[in-house]
């Protein structure tokens, strides 16, 4: 008789919990001004396959651990429908995905007159 002991190590991976954190941008921007929008991310356990998407803008983090520091540089023209919306989807050490999301609204002014007309189709669509 031969008695066999196995030994396993597993590691339980709670979910990352990725934050958006300090989101700061003007609450009111000039239509035809250049648009900063700053934010951190957080997340204590390293994530990996970050995708930022703001409205139509997307950027691409490989992975970090921590906090990650995040500046945008960009048009107000993304924004005509008055709102900001941050969409992050990511994934753990073990490739499960995640999703986070944020909204915010800012007043783009000074539109020219075609821009009333692409923002009517900004807030229908």
């Known amino acids: 008789e031969v008695d066999m002991n196995y030994i396993l190590n ?3 991976l709670n979910e990352p919990g990725l ?3 300090d989101l700061d941008y003007p609450i009111q921007v000039n239509y035809n001004d250049e648009l900063i ?3 951190k991310l957080e997340s204590q356990p390293l994530v ?3 995708n930022i998407k703001i409205n139509k803008i997307e950027s691409f983090i490989q992975e970090f651990q921590g906090t990650k520091e995040i500046s945008i540089k960009t048009s107000p023209k ?3 429908d008055n709102n900001i919306n ?5 994934q753990d050490e073990n490739g499960n995905s995640y999703e986070t999301s944020e909204t915010s609204t800012i007043l783009v002014t000074n539109l020219p007159w ?4 692409l923002r ?4 229908i669509f």
């Open 37 to 39: 929008i700053n934010f």
């Open 10 to 12: 597993l590691n339980i």
């Open 48 to 50: 990996k396959n970050i």
């Open 120 to 123: 009517l189709f900004a807030i």
């Open 78 to 80: 993304h924004f005509l």
């Open 86 to 90: 941050i969409k992050i989807t990511y």
């Open 19 to 21: 934050k958006i954190k």
């Open 114 to 117: 075609y821009a009333h007309i």
